[in-house]
């Protein structure tokens, strides 16, 4: 099926990537915020992100005005009406997603393929909230998605083949490399990764070093490029509580159970990046 044009939902960080990654290889992109004034500021931003592409020498000023140009902002959910496939990238929440993908099935046409970005939540609960739960998958891209090579193609129990072909030309197309994992909380990529990181704030809370220390450990030790910390700054604490939540509810595993001073953090608004502080001080004096 086609994949030439593109509908994302959410202008945050993750839906603005997606939709840089789809207008860079030449797709159009139909970008949907709540707000008029938020989608304008996502192609804002998507503007910066693609001028220092060409500052670097990645592109050329032209092929940044050609990408530039396939990108609609848009508040108006209708307007994904005609899109060949609409990937959701909003809050990660089931009972939102779930209200969105009722929505969508409803605007969009019967041939759209309709995607979440979720990275932990069962797609089947999605799919089932649609009239066409045979055309609904998960294309988990990862932060940030220009620059991450891989894409998780989640395939629950009732979408199709050609379903999963779409979704796989999609990333292709987009330069990714897809992998085809099982609807199952966490796939593959958090299902290994989030106990990891769970375990080095319990590391952490037990006083066995400091966080700075923990993290330049990972660096030196294992080669990692960040440190635990320094990551789970970077994915937000708040997302990082949702899939280890969304990970223990599914397995009961010890090891998925989140640290207290997670969930502590989070209560405190301590979010990472994105709050100014987390684990790490982001404000600037």
Known sequence: MSTKRIGIVGSGIMG???????????????????????????????????SR?????????????AALALVTPTSELDRLADCDLVLESVVEDLTTKKH?????????????????????????DMAMETGRPDRVCGIHFFNPAPSMALVELVRPLTASDTTMATAR?????????????????????????????????????????????????????????????????????????????ALYAEHREPSQAAAPLL????????????SGRGFYDYRRS
């Open 53 to 65: 592409a060409v500052s670097k020498g990645r592109m050329s000023e032209a092929d940044k005005d």
């Open 263 to 274: 969930r502590r953090m989070v209560t405190a608004e301590h979010l990472g990046r994105k």
């Open 100 to 124: 969105l993908f009722s929505e969508l099935d409803r605007v969009c046409g019967e041939s759209t393929v309709l995607a979440t970005n979720t990275s932990t939540l069962a797609v089947i």
């Open 169 to 245: 030309t999609f990333a292709e197309e987009c330069g990714k490399t897809p992998v085809e994992v099982k609807d199952q909380a966490g796939f593959v990529v958090n299902a290994l990764l989030f106990p990891y990181l769970n375990s080095a704030v319990k590391l952490y809370e037990q006083g066995v070093a400091t966080k700075e220390d923990i993290d330049a450990a990972m660096k030196g030790g294992c080669g990692f490029p960040m440190g635990p910390f320094a990551l789970l700054d970077l994915v937000g604490l708040d997302t990082s509580l949702a899939i280890l939540d």
């Open 16 to 50: 603005s990537g997606v939709a840089e990654c789809a207008a860079v290889s030449g797709h159009e992109v139909v970008l949907r915020s709540r707000q008029q004034a938020t989608a304008d500021k996502a192609v804002a931003s998507l503007d910066k992100s693609l």
